[in-house]
């Protein structure tokens, strides 16, 4: 009875850590989008002189503000999506607070000697190893619902503030460079 809980656990355990994969790839495309949108919002910026105004042209210079409002706007989002990407991706190291060291998380594996974990791994009865593989996935559990929530945070900046000011930004760029 104790292996088949023992085996459940284990394929808790795997489950989320796919589970954290799936959630640091997600934040790393994530990443990549907001640094590339923001190398070529820049370029374009660049390329429209955003900060060059000229008295002969009013209403240009009205949209080169209204872009350069826009683009800080872009700039704050974008700033708020790599702190929850980071918060994200970011490992959890702490240890798990207990009188006994786990014979599973790493943290504690990593403060013994080889031979004291040797050691303290063949005296583990099956009741103990259930027990502290219940104490790894619940800890798992909690890293996972931390990871989820600011995931799910970073994509509605995403695709609410980012997407939308990023889009605003090109378009006044654009009309910006038809009317010079």
Not at 153 to 171: D, G, K, N, P, Y
Request: glycine content about 4%; aromatic content about 10%; hydrophobic content about 45%.
């Amino acid at each position: 009875m104790s292996l088949e809980k023992i085996e459940t656990l284990f394929k808790i355990i795997s489950r989320y850590d796919h589970y954290i994969e799936i959630a640091n790839n997600k934040a790393n495309y994530v990443l990549a989008s907001v640094i590339s949108v923001n190398i070529a919002l820049a370029a374009l910026l660049g390329y429209v002189d955003i900060l060059k105004f000229s008295i002969a042209t009013p209403y240009t210079n009205i949209l080169k503000v209204l872009g350069a409002i826009s683009y800080f706007s872009f700039i704050v989002s974008s700033g708020a999506i790599l702190l929850g990407v980071h918060k994200v991706i970011f490992p959890n190291t702490s240890s798990p607070n207990t009188s006994k060291l786990s014979n599973i998380f790493f943290g504690d594996v990593a403060k013994r000697d080889h031979e004291k974990y040797a050691t303290d791994i063949k005296g583990l009865n099956e009741d103990e190893l259930t027990q502290d593989l219940s104490f790894q996935a619940n800890a798992l559990a909690k890293i996972v619902e931390e990871k989820f929530k600011h995931q799910k945070t970073v994509m509605l900046l995403t695709s609410r503030h980012f997407i939308a000011s990023a889009l605003i930004t090109s378009v006044l760029c654009a009309t910006i460079k038809a009317l010079s």
